[in-house]
Nanobody, 124 residues
Framework: VQLQASGGGLVQAGGSLRLSCAAS????????IAWFRQTPGEEREFVAH????????YYADSVKGRFTISRDNAKKTVSLQMNGLTPEDTAVYYC??????????????????WGPGTLVTVSS
């Protein structure tokens, strides 16, 4: 499975962006998918997760109420709608498939098939 994140860019504080994670190969539509983000010198942190049917989601407390994760299995895409962006949301955003089902959704080591990230920059 290959994952490709896109949709990043420069936005002013309070603005919105929509990220997309396109999957190809394998049975990509049956994977649970998560978004993580990383800033220079920091560890990659969990942002949001969605199960393969799209009816169960989890969010980091820092984005809850502002970000929405969704998926379209027919199109093999997972989206992250980000509203109310703040400079603290500036990071490279990555999507990944959950491979280790025995680990929690927020665990970095539960995921694989990391695609290249997409940079989100929020100006104040």
């Amino acid at each position: 499975v290959q994952l490709q994140a896109s949709g990043g860019g420069l936005v002013q504080a309070g603005g919105s962006l929509r990220l997309s994670c396109a999957a190809s190969g394998g049975t990509s539509s049956t994977y649970e998918i998560a978004w993580f983000r990383q800033t220079p010198g920091e560890e990659r942190e969990f942002v949001a997760h969605i199960n393969w049917t799209g009816d169960i989601t989890y969010y980091a407390d820092s984005v809850k109420g502002r970000f929405t994760i969704s998926r379209d299995n027919a199109k093999k895409t997972v989206s992250l709608q980000m509203n109310g962006l703040t400079p603290e949301d500036t990071a490279v955003y990555y999507c990944a498939a959950k491979l280790r089902l025995n680990l929690g959704v927020r665990r970095l080591d539960a995921y694989g098939y990391w695609g290249p990230g997409t940079l989100v920059t929020v100006s104040s």
